[in-house]
């Protein structure tokens, strides 16, 4: 039971007796009442605006209605007291008795505890990552993965139905780039190796983009199935009238190659996707003509002149005529270009198409997790899919900025493997999934993120996923010594539901049961407001109250978990404990984090 959905509803239940008795008049609109936690700790335990949006609508001053609110709900049993503060809000604080019944509440529920049907079902189309498959995954795309793979999981956990999505940058002309470097790698498998610089000038872009060593798996598989066909007398060869022979061959292989890769990555870092959509299939579709059909069906199509760029004009500026889409309309800041002057479709086009696709799909809400070098595209993609659905279909876009990765303070050197970038398999090798994964999540996806390998390390309060994850298995401990200490106790979770809590009277304990109790809140509200930060912060907070309990026992005997000479109160702390251990549990399900049994 979540608390404060609980006292929400009571709450109604007082309302809806005062509109009864005359007291309130009928037809209030309650949606916008919120009960939460109060300012201030010390003012109570949950605070409602309910008399201040009441107020105007039943014509009554705000503290007259708070204090006929305080009257109803003192009257309810698991209310200590209600008071007003303020120009009308109502605080609340709960009797202990009431906090204890979470407790057993946490252990009937297991690890679902927090789980909720507040999505009822809804279709949200998530797609993350969506690099283009040139080569390994770096950290600033662990960083994306793992926004996108955990709200995706948080969604789930609150009843959405959720689509985890991959779109394969598989049209543009980075992926004829890739074909040329991975034909190079392949001339060097077949013994016939061409200085990179060489190699380059004969490319249509006169250099050589893609270097890295990760390439030379992909040119040996294609020389073992290919042989030298797509390099002899026949016309293969290096340079612009040869490619016409191989490229189109090298370049779907070297894509597949690639998405090999990157799905290997992903993998190492526990991050998964349902499906996988290509550019290349939507725009061989047919599905952009479609999309600009529609569009232009709506009259958001037009033949115009845009106005030049804000401050510096750019040398190569010219005032032309182009296609374009009405975007001002829905929020934009200009109208946006659909074709390129040499008549082909602009980069901004099929992706108009990719996500009619997803609406058609079935997705009713779409979010996007995309790199902050992708801002620029926001709200052009959301004046698409309003006009596309005529804002029946929302879409978050969620923005990730980068991530400086450190060895004790100092900027990390580069991967020799990659290139130049440090790749994310790099760092799972040298932390872990779990600290990859946590770390990450400490942060808004907003905000830019330090990553100290040193940090990461330390075994000490400044590590979160330690200092998490170490409460967990002090929690596992406290249990594994009961087990064979105490014997007399029945330590399965139904056996310590049902245990008398009363001995849990320390304010210490009874902070760890709110704090617990605060996490069904904070799983809807990550979700709903799309901020899975939020769950390593509320996790870190857990954990620091259950040290703090742990520290009280060690100064003080009377307050240890176990005491032979007192099993109520052992019984008592271990449904606490076990309590404790399933919510940290819980929390770490939902990041993709193992909940550690033991430390070493």
Not at 146 to 157: I, K, M, P, R, T
Not at 184 to 190: G, N, T, V
Request: aromatic fraction near 8%.
């Amino acid at each position: 039971m979540d608390p404060f959905h609980h006292l929400r509803r009571q709450l109604n239940q007082v309302i809806a007796s005062l509109v009864a008795a005359g007291r309130l008049p009928d037809g209030l609109d309650l949606a916008r009442v919120t009960v939460e936690p109060p300012r201030e700790a010390g003012h109570g335990d949950m605070a409602t605006n309910a008399a201040m949006i009441l107020a105007r609508p039943a014509a009554m001053a705000p503290r007259e209605i708070a204090n006929m609110l305080c009257e109803g709900l003192q009257a309810l049993p698991e209310v200590a007291a209600a008071v007003v503060a303020g120009p009308g809000f109502v605080n609340v604080r709960l009797r202990d008795s009431f906090w204890l019944s979470q407790v057993a509440d946490i252990l009937q529920a297991g690890r679902t505890y927090g789980r909720s049907t507040t999505g009822q079902g809804q279709t949200v189309n998530v797609e993350y990552v969506s690099v283009n498959p040139t080569g390994p995954l770096h950290i600033g795309h662990a960083r994306v993965s793992l926004v996108g793979d955990v709200l995706a999981s948080l969604l789930e956990a609150t009843g959405y139905r959720v689509t985890r999505e991959y779109y394969v940058n598989d049209a543009g002309a980075q992926v004829d780039a890739l074909a040329w470097a991975t034909y190079w790698r392949y001339l060097e498998a077949l013994g016939a190796p061409m200085d990179a610089a060489a190699f380059g000038a004969l490319t249509p872009t006169g250099q050589l983009e893609y270097q890295g060593d990760y390439l030379v798996p992909a040119g040996q598989a294609l020389a073992a199935e290919h042989g030298d066909s797509l390099a002899d007398n026949r016309g293969g060869s290096p340079g612009p009238a040869g490619a016409g022979v191989w490229l189109a061959t090298v370049r779907p292989f070297a894509v597949a190659a690639m998405m090999d890769l990157i799905r290997r990555d992903l993998d190492e870092l526990g991050v998964r996707h349902e499906v996988f959509t290509s550019e290349r299939a939507i725009v061989e579709a047919g599905k952009v003509e479609a999309a600009c059909a529609r569009l232009e069906a709506k009259g958001l199509i037009y033949r115009g002149v845009l106005e030049p760029p804000k401050g510096q004009v750019p040398d190569d500026w010219e005032a032309r005529e182009q296609t374009l889409f009405r975007a001002t309309r829905f929020g934009d800041d200009v109208d946006r270009p659909l074709r390129k002057s040499d008549g082909g479709w602009t980069y901004f086009a099929p992706d108009i198409a990719y996500h009619l696709d997803k609406v058609e799909r079935g997705a009713t809400s779409l979010i996007d997790v995309w790199g902050a070098d992708h801002g620029g595209y926001v709200k052009r993609m959301q004046a698409a899919v309003a006009a596309l659905t005529d804002g029946a279909v929302t879409l978050d876009i969620k923005l990730c900025q980068l991530v400086r990765l450190l060895d004790g303070g100092e900027p990390m050197r580069m991967s020799k493997r990659a290139g130049n970038f440090v790749t994310l398999r790099d760092l799972v090798e040298e932390v872990g999934r779990d600290s990859v994964r946590f770390m990450m999540l400490t942060r808004r996806n907003d905000a830019p993120l330090d990553f100290d390998l040193q940090k990461v390390k330390e075994q000490s309060r400044d590590n979160p996923v330690f200092y998490v994850q170490y409460a967990h298995a002090r929690a596992s401990s406290v249990l594994r010594h009961a087990a064979s200490e105490m014997t007399a106790i029945d330590l399965s979770p139904a056996a310590l539901a049902a245990a008398d809590l009363t001995p849990l009277t320390d304010p210490a304990e009874l902070d760890l049961i709110r704090q617990m109790a605060g996490w069904p809140r904070t799983l809807e509200g990550a979700a709903e407001a799309h901020e899975p930060h939020r769950v390593p912060y509320y996790l870190y907070d857990l954990a620091s109250g259950f040290h703090v309990l742990w520290n009280k026992g060690r100064d003080d005997a009377g307050l240890r978990f176990l005491l032979p000479d007192d099993v109520p109160a052992t019984r008592a702390r271990l449904a606490l404990v076990s309590a404790l251990r399933l919510v940290i549990a819980a929390g770490l399900e939902v990041m993709g984090v193992t909940a550690a049994e033991e430390m070493r």
